[in-house]
């Protein structure tokens, strides 16, 4: 594919001289581990497991991603070697922004830390605020909005995606790009460094 000036573009190509820099999503981007080889010996792996620190902090992880949604890997098979079958991230969304439209078949709890918005899941809208912890159904394609024009949403992300891609139920679709364009009158936001 070929934009205007006739130099490679879209998803997966360079950007043509000028333009400006394109955020990068790791997680949909570069090659990842969702399951890790468990290779040695009982007594190996034992010891292993026992030597892993088991606080993550989230405050010495860098956010990727934005301008409208960042977020953090906490724990899963790349970036951790206690936990194999779970995975959790943290995301932000600026206020009044939205993330990716996508589906997958593990499903998914979505605590909500701070902030309100609403999810639409398979086309039906649903309403969510700090408190609230949301199911999101396995298979279901959905995507998470931000409601208060004024401050952050911030969330927790847990699911047992490792455990469903080791059984082959790796189905995962992405519908929609998060934006690329910050929330108008938010251009400057910056997720919470102490975070």
Known sequence: MANE????GGIGHNIGDGAKEEVVWERWSKKRTFVRALEGTYGELMAELFSQPRVYRT????????????GKKVINPQATRVAQS?????????????GQKHGHMNSAVFFVLK????DVHDTRRIDWEAGDAL????????????????????VLIMKAKPLFLFMHLIFQKMVEYPPTEPVPGHEDYQPPAAL
């Open 5 to 8: 000036s006739g130099k490679p």
């Open 86 to 98: 779970i995975e959790t991230h943290v995301d932000v969304y600026a206020p009044g922004g939205h």
């Open 115 to 118: 902030g309100k918005g609403h």
């Open 59 to 70: 405050s010495d992880m860098k956010w990727k991603g934005g301008p409208q949604n960042f």
């Open 135 to 154: 199911i999101v159904e396995n298979g279901c394609v959905h995507q998470h909005f931000s409601d208060d024009p004024d401050d952050e949403t911030i």
